[in-house]
C-alpha cells in the first residue's frame, strides 16, 4: 500500500511516496501467537506502575518484580517515595543496577508528582515527560498500560525487532517510535508494542535470533537479507 510521507526542510514541504510495510499481517501472526498479551512488571495502581517502569531500564521484569514486592511494601504511597531516605532507597533497589540513578530519579519524580499533580500520576504525555527521569518510553508505557491510551514505547525489544523486520528503518529510538506511529493503525499502537517486547524477549533475540522456526521469517528483512 502507497501513502505519503511529509517532512519540512529549508521551510519547503516534501512529499515522499513510500510503501507502507504490511503491519496487519504482522500483528495478526503476533495476535495468534500471544493473545492478549501486556505487560510483565507487577503493579496495583499508576504509582507502582511508574516506579516498575523506572526500575525497569536496563533490568528485566523477572527482576523488577522481586525487588517491588518489598519495596511497595516499605514506600505503599507517592508521598512516602517522596519523602524516602536516598541511602535506604539505594539499599532497596540495588540489585536492579543503575542504582544510584534511579534512586534520584524515583525521589525526584515521586516529588513532582505530589507538589505539581497533588499525588496523581498525570495522564497526558507532555506531563508525563516533565516529571524528573521520566523519557518517552516510560511516559509511552504508563500511557498504555496504565490509561488505557494508544501509544508505542520504544525499548531495546522494539528498537530491535521493528528494524530486523524492516517496518523501520531508525537510527534512534525517537525515529522508531516516528515510524511505527505511521506504519501501525493507531487503534493497535499499545497491543503492537507488547507483541514486539515479547518477539523480542523470547524469540528475536538481540544474540541468536531464533529464525529457523521464526513465525515472522516471511515478512522479515533481516533474514531474507542475510540468505540472498
Ligand atoms: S526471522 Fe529472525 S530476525 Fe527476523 S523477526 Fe524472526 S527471529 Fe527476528
Redesign the pocket.
Same mark, same amino acid.
Given at each position: 500500500m502507497l501513502y505519503y510521507l511529509s517532512y519540512i526542510k529549508s521551510g519547503e514541504i516534501y512529499k515522499i511516496k513510500k510503501m507502507k510495510k504490511n503491519t496487519n499481517d504482522i500483528y495478526q501472526i503476533l495476535y495468534e501467537k500471544f493473545g492478549q498479551a501486556g505487560c510483565e512488571l507487577n503493579f496495583n495502581n499508576n504509582y507502582e506502575l511508574i516506579v516498575a517502569v523506572i526500575l525497569s531500564a536496563r533490568c528485566t521484569d523477572k527482576r523488577v518484580n522481586i525487588i517491588s514486592k518489598d519495596l511497595f511494601k516499605k514506600y505503599p504511597t507517592v508521598e512516602s517515595l517522596a519523602n524516602a531516605n536516598i541511602e535506604e532507597l539505594e539499599k532497596a533497589i540495588y540489585s536492579c543496577g543503575f542504582y544510584k540513578n534511579k534512586a534520584k530519579n524515583l525521589i525526584g519524580m515521586a516529588k513532582d508528582v505530589v507538589e505539581r499533580f497533588n499525588g496523581n500520576v498525570p495522564s497526558e504525555f507532555e506531563d508525563l515527560i516533565s516529571l524528573s527521569g521520566v523519557g518517552r518510553k516510560t511516559a509511552n508505557v504508563v500511557l498504555a498500560v496504565g490509561f488505557s491510551k494508544q501509544a508505542i514505547a520504544v525499548d531495546t525489544h522494539v528498537f530491535r &525487532?521493528s528494524n530486523? *523486520?524492516g517496518i523501520v528503518d531508525a537510527k534512534t529510538p525517537y525515529d522508531c517510535e516516528m515510524g511505527l506511529q505511521q506504519e501501525v493503525d493507531k487503534d493497535k499502537w499499545a497491543t503492537f508494542h507488547h507483541y514486539l517486547v515479547l518477539?523480542g524477549r523470547y &524469540? =528475536?533475540k538481540s544474540q541468536n535470533?531464533? =529464525?529457523k522456526n $521464526?513465525e *515472522?521469517?516471511e515478512h $522479515?528483512k533481516?533474514?531474507n537479507t542475510i540468505n540472498k
Amino acid at each position: 500500500m502507497l501513502y505519503y510521507l511529509s517532512y519540512i526542510k529549508s521551510g519547503e514541504i516534501y512529499k515522499i511516496k513510500k510503501m507502507k510495510k504490511n503491519t496487519n499481517d504482522i500483528y495478526q501472526i503476533l495476535y495468534e501467537k500471544f493473545g492478549q498479551a501486556g505487560c510483565e512488571l507487577n503493579f496495583n495502581n499508576n504509582y507502582e506502575l511508574i516506579v516498575a517502569v523506572i526500575l525497569s531500564a536496563r533490568c528485566t521484569d523477572k527482576r523488577v518484580n522481586i525487588i517491588s514486592k518489598d519495596l511497595f511494601k516499605k514506600y505503599p504511597t507517592v508521598e512516602s517515595l517522596a519523602n524516602a531516605n536516598i541511602e535506604e532507597l539505594e539499599k532497596a533497589i540495588y540489585s536492579c543496577g543503575f542504582y544510584k540513578n534511579k534512586a534520584k530519579n524515583l525521589i525526584g519524580m515521586a516529588k513532582d508528582v505530589v507538589e505539581r499533580f497533588n499525588g496523581n500520576v498525570p495522564s497526558e504525555f507532555e506531563d508525563l515527560i516533565s516529571l524528573s527521569g521520566v523519557g518517552r518510553k516510560t511516559a509511552n508505557v504508563v500511557l498504555a498500560v496504565g490509561f488505557s491510551k494508544q501509544a508505542i514505547a520504544v525499548d531495546t525489544h522494539v528498537f530491535r &525487532v521493528s528494524n530486523r *523486520l524492516g517496518i523501520v528503518d531508525a537510527k534512534t529510538p525517537y525515529d522508531c517510535e516516528m515510524g511505527l506511529q505511521q506504519e501501525v493503525d493507531k487503534d493497535k499502537w499499545a497491543t503492537f508494542h507488547h507483541y514486539l517486547v515479547l518477539f523480542g524477549r523470547y &524469540v =528475536c533475540k538481540s544474540q541468536n535470533p531464533s =529464525c529457523k522456526n $521464526c513465525e *515472522l521469517k516471511e515478512h $522479515c528483512k533481516y533474514v531474507n537479507t542475510i540468505n540472498k
